[in-house]
Nanobody, 126 residues
Framework: QVQLVESGGGLVQPGGSLRLSCAAF????????MAWYRQAPGKQRELVAD???????TYADSVKGRFTISRDNAKNTVSLEMNSLKPEDTAVYYC????????????????????WGQGTQVTVSS
């Protein structure tokens, strides 16, 4: 019922910047918290940053001061501005929505939990 689509990944040199975007599609009524996770080769998926519907944000210590998460509730989008990128930021980045309220074909309210996008590759290398 809900589809998350990420964009904006790519190859960037150390010290450079990238902006990731994620759009949620479906007949969405509201989304609770949205987040960005990442998974590097051979490592577990980790939380990068999250943001509540009210705009409260949290960040992993490794990205504080360099990354900024933001969202547009009216457009059901979340973005991640990444600055001063380091080689250790290289990973596949995933968008997540923890609870989405949608309206189904019958007009009834439904809930979808823990939705994920397909991921977008970010590579930081010279």
């Amino acid at each position: 019922q809900v589809q998350l689509v990420e964009s904006g990944g790519g190859l960037v040199q150390p010290g450079g910047s990238l902006r990731l975007s994620c759009a949620a599609f479906g007949n969405i009524f509201s989304i609770n918290a949205m987040a960005w996770y990442r998974q590097a080769p051979g490592k577990q998926r980790e939380l990068v940053a999250d943001i509540t519907s009210g705009g409260t944000t949290t960040y992993a210590d490794s990205v504080k001061g360099r990354f900024t998460i933001s969202r547009d509730n009216a457009k059901n989008t979340v973005s991640l501005e990444m600055n001063s990128l380091k080689p250790e930021d290289t990973a596949v980045y995933y968008c997540n929505a923890d609870q989405t309220v949608y309206v189904d074909e019958m007009g009834a309210r439904g809930y979808e939990y823990d939705s994920w996008g397909q991921g977008t590759q970010v590579t930081v290398s010279s």
